[in-house]
């Protein structure tokens, strides 16, 4: 015991480790694991033959690549809203620093007949972007749309401290060795942020692959065109298809899991870079 | 001459400091950032509230004391009142084990209790599913026993535990790393036991941390879509929580109940922001060790 734990005074180390390992397990770890095993069932070509099929492959690409564009908005506007937030002042700041963690807080099913009612050809936007011919609602553009609700917060709340701790000193530095304002941002500035931005990045493409809530209601579910990943694990459970169910979703952990040890990799460095600092 | 005319414009320059941008380019930005937060966040959260209204209050009253939307008021209160508490232990347990002892596989530990949000809501639900359902390992003995986890309360209850079993441990870890362990050592030298330290010492002492991460995990707990829409099987009146009730009636063309009922969630949702800013400077407060 004492190789694997070192000593402290406080008592309490094994009930409290025994429960959370326990608690984990039933809640978490065992259930997960039932997955891997009903899949195990399958054949590998059965298994293939499931996660490759065309309508399978459809989902995949519209999942992957609105939440890839999803990502790539929020990376860019997150960057500029937490820049406003900590930089510049103005009224009702605080307000709108509370209302930035909204798409965490709304339940998802709310997040999504709202962005329908506003996206369809009568609703506040889609009155106006309707005779310039763009639809939002029912199409993979509406899947886009409430994909970027969702992964808002992730990397305003991860770039905002990292902009906060940032010392003016290098700044002044910069700009008493003659940098212009764009030039610091783009040397000093914008290096110190970058591994906070990916994180928040990964974070929010993470959260858009697995999104169900929001997206079924804007996105028109159409087989092939508009059908997101998780919907087809719905669809073939309730066709009681539990093995293709099964499989689909054993594809989704294992791309989760490896976008979980990416993210955990990314802050382990994000965390050395700032130490170094 | 020329030393003292640049003598006289160098306090003018420090009054323009050098780390900050052209007026029209911070007008520029915020203006930019606040239209994107108004587009994507604001209008969406008008919206619900605008078609909720839309038929007026009488409409908007009957929809939401109606018996369906009653009964999935008190199932989601339910699920919430059991998910809270034993989240609530295990992320004081967990918390416990992790900010004050060292051993090996930390770092894992934290990783596996962040895992449930980074699995599908919809993947959640399949889990319980395939241990629970009919054709899964405890199906036929559920079923033997006349038993029923899914399509049913406890199906519900166990997918809410799954997808909020992060919030408070991850609040609570870093909050209790801060503090260290000076307090409870001290506590323990002076004659208390484990629970007294734990009672007089460290939950003093962590209770904003707690109803932080208590906040955001009743949210959550609440508000859960995905993975309880799976186990439900969407029996009104029985396994429908608020969250499920919105669907239906959406999927009915009752829009305007829909939104009724929604708005509901949307005040549940600007409450939780309410209170959480106001708990988050209290807990920066304990993390800077000022325990007031």
Redesign the interface.
């Given at each position: 015991m004492s190789t694997f734990k070192q000593h402290s005074v406080l008592p309490g180390f094994n009930l409290a480790l025994g429960f959370t390992l326990l608690y984990l397990s039933l809640i978490v770890l065992i259930p997960l694991s039932a997955a891997f095993i009903h899949t195990a069932k399958l054949s590998w070509p059965e298994f293939w033959n499931t996660v490759t099929a065309p309508r399978v492959i459809a989902s995949y690409r519209l999942t992957f690549g609105a939440s890839l564009a999803a990502a790539t908005v929020n990376a860019f506007f997150g960057l500029l809203v937490a820049w406003v937030l900590v930089r510049y002042p103005f009224p009702g700041k605080r307000l709108v620093d509370a209302l930035i963690d909204l798409p965490f807080a709304l339940p998802t099913s709310v997040a999504g007949i709202t962005l329908t009612a506003i996206y369809t050809g009568n609703g506040w936007i889609g009155q106006y972007l309707e005779p310039m011919g763009i639809r939002i609602a029912f199409t993979p553009a509406g899947v886009f749309v409430a994909l970027t609700f969702i992964g808002l917060p992730f990397v305003v709340r991860t770039v905002q401290p990292v902009l906060e701790e940032i010392e003016q000193e290098l700044e002044e530095a910069a700009a008493m060795l003659g940098a212009t304002r764009w030039q610091t941002f783009r040397h000093i500035i914008f290096p110190a942020v970058l591994p906070a931005l990916a994180t928040g990045f990964a974070l929010a493409f993470a959260r858009a692959i697995g999104e169900y809530g929001s997206v079924i209601f804007i996105a028109g579910n159409i087989p092939m065109i508009s059908e997101i990943t998780p919907l087809l694990i719905i669809t073939k459970l309730e066709q009681y298809d539990y093995a293709g169910a099964t499989a689909i979703a054993t594809v989704m952990l294992v791309i989760s899991f490896t976008l979980l040890l990416f993210i955990n990799l990314l802050q382990w460095q994000a965390r050395r870079h700032n130490t170094k600092v | 001459m020329a030393t003292s005319s640049s003598s006289q414009t160098f306090p003018v320059q420090l009054a323009a400091p050098?780390?900050q941008?052209?007026p029209w380019?911070?007008w520029t930005?915020?203006l930019?950032?606040?239209s994107?937060?108004s587009?994507?966040?604001?209008?969406?959260?008008m919206?619900?509230f605008f078609?909720a209204l839309k038929k007026g209050w009488d409409v908007y009253i009957d929809a939401i004391t109606e018996p369906d939307a009653l009964a999935a008021i008190r199932l989601t209160l339910t699920a919430a009142a059991i998910a809270i508490p034993?989240n609530l232990?295990?992320g004081i347990?967990?918390a416990?084990?992790i900010a004050?002892?060292?051993?090996?596989g930390k770092s894992i530990?934290i990783?596996?209790?962040?895992?449930?949000f980074?699995?599908?809501?919809?993947?959640t639900g399949?889990?319980?599913?395939?241990?629970f359902?009919l054709?899964?390992?405890a199906g036929p003995w559920l079923k033997e026993h006349d038993l029923a986890v899914i399509f049913a309360v406890p199906g519900i209850v166990?997918a809410t535990?799954?997808v909020t079993?992060p919030f408070i441990a991850r609040e609570l870890i870093p909050l209790m790393q801060a503090q260290g362990?000076e307090e409870?050592?001290a506590a323990?030298?002076l004659g208390a036991?484990?629970w007294q330290?734990?009672w007089y010492v460290t939950l003093p002492n962590i209770k904003w941390g707690l109803l932080y991460g208590t906040i955001?995990c009743n949210?959550r707990a609440?508000?859960?879509?995905?993975a309880v829409?799976?186990v439900s099987g969407h029996i009104r009146g029985l396994t429908n929580t608020?969250?499920?009730h919105?669907?239906i009636l959406?999927n009915e063309y009752n829009?305007v109940a829909?939104?009724a009922v929604?708005s509901l969630?949307?005040l549940?949702?600007?409450l939780?922001?309410?209170l959480?800013?106001l708990v988050e400077a209290k807990v920066a407060q304990q993390i800077r060790g000022n325990h007031s």
């Open positions: - | 050098v780390t941008e052209q380019i911070r930005l915020t930019l950032a606040l994107f937060l587009l994507f966040l604001l209008l969406p959260l919206g619900v078609e034993l232990v295990f347990a967990a416990w084990a004050k002892f060292e051993f090996y530990l990783s596996l209790i962040d895992l449930p980074s699995v599908s809501p919809v993947v399949l889990i319980y599913v395939l241990i359902g054709q899964g390992w166990l535990i799954f079993v362990s409870e050592e323990i030298a036991n484990g330290t734990l955001l949210a609440m508000g859960e879509f995905g829409s799976v608020l969250s499920l919105v669907e959406y829009f829909a939104f929604a969630l949307a549940l949702a600007l939780t922001l309410a959480k800013t």
